[in-house]
C-alpha cells in the first residue's frame, strides 16, 4: 500500500477527544430504565446524574462544580432546561466512556485518601487511567489534575537519557509500547512537547502495528494523526542512519588508550568488527537505535580475548553514541523542546 493511501486511510480512522458542547449532542438511551447505576459512584443523596453510555453517576453538583467551571456551565444549563431528572436530580449526558469518567471521579471525589502518584515501591497506575485522566482533566478544565497526569506521562516518556536507559521511567506507570500512540495524542491535546520525542521514537518502533492503532479498554482505537504518521515515516529512515553509524562508531580496530596488550587487542577488535558484520548488521540498522550494545559487547570481547580496559572502552562508545542520537531526537521529529539533552540544576525542561 502506498504511504499516501496509508495515511489517507489513516486520516478517518483518528479518535479525537469530544469538547463539552459535543456532550450535548449524544443519542440518549431509549428510555431512563436503560440507565445501570455506576457501582461505584452512585450516592443516594447525589443531586446531579451523568450519563456516560448507559452508565449513571449520581454524584454530588457542587463539588464537581467547585473543581470545573465546565462542569458548573453544563450544570445550570441542565437545571435551566429541566427536561430530564431522575428523583428530582438533573440529568446531564456525555461523551465520554463509562470507564474513563470513572477514573476521573476517583480524583475529584475519592472515598478514601488517594493520591494520582502512587507511594515508593506501591502497585504502578494503568497507563489507562493516567491517560483518562489527562483527556478528560483538560477538557473539563481541572488544571490540577491534569498536570498531575502529565507529570507521570512526562516520567513514562522522559526527556532524560538516564532514566530511559536505566529504566526509572517506569517507576510509576505501568505501559505498553503501543500505549506511545496515546501519549503522542495527549501531548499534542495538552502542548505537553517534553514527552513528544521519546513517544514518537516508541511509536516508530511499533512497526506495522503503528497503522492497527491502540485499542483502548473501552474498545475505542486511537490512531496518531495524519501529521504525526508522515513526521514518524520520516523518522524511521533517519533513524536507521543512525543506527549505522552508531554500530561503526563503537566497532573498529582501534583500542582504548589504556590497553596493555596493544596489537593484540587491535586485532581481536578488527576480527570482532567483521563478525558483527556479518551475523550483527542488520541489527544496527533497524530504527531501535537507543538499544545498548552492552550483552553483545559482553559476549563477543571474551569470545575474542579482548582485554578488560578495550571492553570498558567499547561500552563507553556505546553509549556515548546514543546519547548522541538521543539529543537529536527533538529534531529528528520536527520538535522545540528546549533544555533537552542537557542537565540543568534543577532538572527542570519545557513541558
Known amino acids: 500500500m502506498e504511504t499516501s493511501s496509508v495515511l489517507s486511510l489513516a486520516s478517518t480512522l483518528t479518535l479525537s477527544c469530544p469538547t463539552p458542547d459535543e456532550n450535548r449532542k449524544t443519542p440518549p438511551p431509549s428510555t431512563l430504565e436503560d ?10 443523596d447525589g443531586n446531579v446524574v451523568l450519563v456516560a453510555g448507559d452508565v449513571g453517576f449520581r454524584v454530588y453538583r457542587g463539588l ?7 462542569f458548573s456551565d453544563m450544570f445550570s444549563c441542565a437545571c435551566e432546561d429541566g427536561e430530564e ?5 438533573p440529568i446531564v449526558r456525555l461523551s465520554d466512556t463509562p470507564q474513563e469518567l470513572a477514573y476521573l471521579l476517583r480524583i475529584l471525589l475519592p472515598k478514601s485518601w488517594r493520591r494520582s502518584h502512587p507511594a515508593k515501591g506501591k502497585q504502578k497506575l494503568a497507563f489507562e487511567e493516567v491517560a483518562a485522566q489527562a483527556r478528560l482533566s483538560h477538557k473539563y478544565h481541572i488544571p490540577d489534575v491534569e498536570e498531575q497526569a502529565l507529570d507521570l506521562l512526562r516520567e513514562r516518556y522522559t526527556h532524560s537519557f538516564d532514566e530511559w536507559t536505566t529504566g526509572k521511567k517506569s517507576e510509576s506507570i505501568s505501559a505498553d509500547r503501543v500505549h506511545a500512540i ?3 495524542n495527549i501531548a499534542r491535546l495538552t502542548d505537553a512537547t517534553s514527552m513528544l520525542p521519546s513517544a514518537l521514537y516508541t511509536c516508530c518502533n ?9 485499542k483502548r479498554e473501552d474498545g475505542r482505537v486511537e490512531h496518531l494523526s495524519v501529521d504525526d504518521l508522515k513526521i514518524c515515516f520520516a523518522a524511521r529512515e533517519t533513524l536507521c542512519k543512525e543506527g549505522a553509524q552508531i554500530f561503526f562508531k563503537i566497532f573498529h580496530d582501534q583500542p582504548s588508550a589504556e590497553c596493555l596488550s596493544g596489537d593484540k587487542c587491535r586485532a581481536a577488535l578488527g576480527e570482532m568488527t567483521k563478525a558483527l558484520v556479518k551475523c550483527s548488521l542488520s541489527l544496527a540498522i533497524e530504527c ?3 538499544q545498548s550494545w552492552k550483552t553483545i559487547i559482553t559476549i563477543k570481547a571474551a569470545s575474542h580475548g579482548v582485554c578488560v580496559r578495550c571492553k570498558k572502552e567499547l561500552l563507553a562508545r556505546d553509549r556515548k553514541a546514543r546519547m548522541e542520537v538521543w539529543d537529536k531526537l527533538p529534531g529528528i521529529f520536527g520538535v522545540s ?3 533537552w539533552g542537557k542537565k540543568p ?5 519545557a513541558a
Not at 431528572?85 to 436530580?89: L, V
Not at 511499533?206 to 491502540?214: E, V
Not at 540544576?345 to 525542561?349: A, C, L, N, T, Y
Open 35 to 44: 440507565i445501570t447505576p455506576h457501582d461505584e459512584f452512585w450516592f443516594q
Open 64 to 70: 464537581l462544580s467547585a473543581q470545573s467551571t465546565v
Open 85 to 89: 431528572t431522575f428523583e428530582g436530580c
Open 182 to 184: 496515546g501519549a503522542v
Open 206 to 214: 511499533l512497526g506495522p502495528d503503528l497503522l492497527s492503532g491502540w
Open 288 to 290: 531501535s537505535v537507543l
Open 337 to 339: 523542546v528546549s533544555g
Open 345 to 349: 540544576e534543577d532538572g527542570s525542561v
